[in-house]
């Protein structure tokens, strides 16, 4: 198999600032002794993304996984989280602040802090579709009729 060489990338970074990324991808690697967990995080935004590793032999790195997770899932300080369970995290929209860093040349996006979950809201009715009928007959009347404005 043949294999082309993209030296450009053509991906975008994550922007600096206060981003809503959505988590797409989480494993925990190696499979057999698992000493990392990575992120792959997608900017609802504009679609660039960016890789998160959290290296649990390093205490930094393992705070700021748990702190993650508190947001994400909710665990709290001394909970337990199941590698097997990692699924749980896909889909998951969290409002993060994003740095940038500069290494050999190139720029990294780097997830700084997380903010908060994006909780889903349901989607909300427009009144066109509305059916002031059926409530009409529920209740007796509308709540408000024209004279009721006067």
Not at 27 to 38: H, I
Not at 41 to 66: I, R, Y
Request: overall charge negative; glycine content about 8%; proline content about 2%.
């Amino acid at each position: 198999m043949m294999i082309k060489v993209n030296l450009k990338g053509g991906f975008k970074i994550v922007a600096e600032g206060e981003r809503t990324l959505e988590i797409v991808d989480a494993k925990f690697t190696p499979s057999g002794a698992p000493d990392r967990l990575v992120l792959s995080m997608k900017d609802v935004e504009d679609g660039a993304t960016l890789q998160n590793t959290f290296n649990m032999k390093n205490e930094t790195s393992l705070w700021a996984m748990g702190m993650m997770l508190n947001v994400a899932l909710g665990l709290n300080d001394g909970d337990d989280f199941n590698t097997n369970d990692v699924d749980k995290l896909k889909g998951i929209k969290l409002v993060c602040e994003v740095t940038h860093s500069e290494y050999n040349g190139r720029t990294y996006a780097n997830v700084r802090k997380v903010i908060s979950k994006v909780e889903e809201t349901s989607e909300q009715i427009p009144t066109s579709e509305v059916d002031f009928k059926a409530i009409d007959e529920l209740y007796g009347r509308s709540a408000l009729t024209e004279d009721d404005l006067d």
